[in-house]
């Protein structure tokens, strides 16, 4: 069973344009771990942000901000004003607790023309 | 700031040959790990280790592949016969505990050709 849906494939906006990715996720534990990662051309994995299940405030860091709602099962990434070298794949990612593994989303590509 | 290492960055192998893909993870870290992302796919868990074992690992790692830690910095991945289906990105992964952040590195292409 999928345990991290991206539902957007691709996104593209116009630079200083916001860009919101949907991540919904299911899993049976209370205790668990989201995370976002982007992957430049370049290839590598970036961590960006990590939430823990017991934590739903919501923070902005720099121009990103995310909206983890448990009720809904999401947890949502916000960039604000966006540039040309946010265009990325963007990964959602769920470690569930006494597991070692990320289940990673299919991923969803960014691409910010100037 | 701390980070994962990988070599090669790039290695194209001869279907049926072995390979090594080599990684030092972040000095304090305990868990390892190794995932593969094929290309235009989604990143796949393959197997993590701690304390001088698999802990886990998914229906890909199957006895094609094997990891060890053969000292106290580096940890490897082998492929002991390559398939053409092998061919990907592997990337190696640190965390301090559980749940914690995994760190990746940047990752080693392999082309099986």
């Known amino acids: 069973a999928q345990k991290v849906t991206q539902a957007q494939t691709e996104i593209s906006v116009v630079e200083k344009e916001d860009v919101t990715l949907d991540c919904v996720y299911e899993?049976?534990?209370?205790?668990?771990?989201l995370f976002w990662y982007k992957q430049p051309p370049s290839g590598e994995l970036v961590f960006l942000i990590r939430r823990n299940s017991f934590d739903e405030q919501n923070e902005i860091s720099g121009r990103y901000s995310w909206n983890f709602q448990k009720s809904t099962s999401s947890f949502n990434f916000t960039i604000t004003a966006s540039q040309v070298v946010d265009s990325a794949v963007y990964f959602c990612?769920?470690?569930?607790?006494?597991?070692?593994?990320?289940?990673f989303g299919a991923g969803t590509t960014v691409t910010v023309r100037a | 700031e701390p980070e994962v290492t990988q070599t090669p960055s790039h290695q194209v192998t001869q279907m049926g040959q072995e390979v090594i893909l080599r990684c030092v993870p972040i000095s304090n870290h305990l868990y390892f790990y190794w995932y593969r992302q094929i290309l235009g796919q989604k990143v796949e868990f393959l197997v993590s280790?701690?304390?001088?074992?698999?802990?886990?690992k998914s229906e890909i790692f199957d006895d094609q592949f094997s990891v060890e830690r053969p000292d106290g910095s580096n940890f490897t991945l082998k492929i002991r016969s390559t398939k053409l289906e092998d061919s990907a990105m592997y990337f190696c992964?640190?965390?301090?505990?559980?749940?914690?952040?995994?760190?990746f590195g940047e990752g080693s292409w392999l082309t099986v050709v």
């Open positions: 992964a640190s965390s301090g505990w559980t749940g914690n952040t995994i760190y």
């Open positions: 990612a769920l470690s569930e607790a006494e597991d070692y593994k990320l289940s």
């Open positions: 280790f701690y304390n001088n074992e698999i802990s886990e």
């Open positions: 899993t049976r534990d209370t205790t668990y771990y």
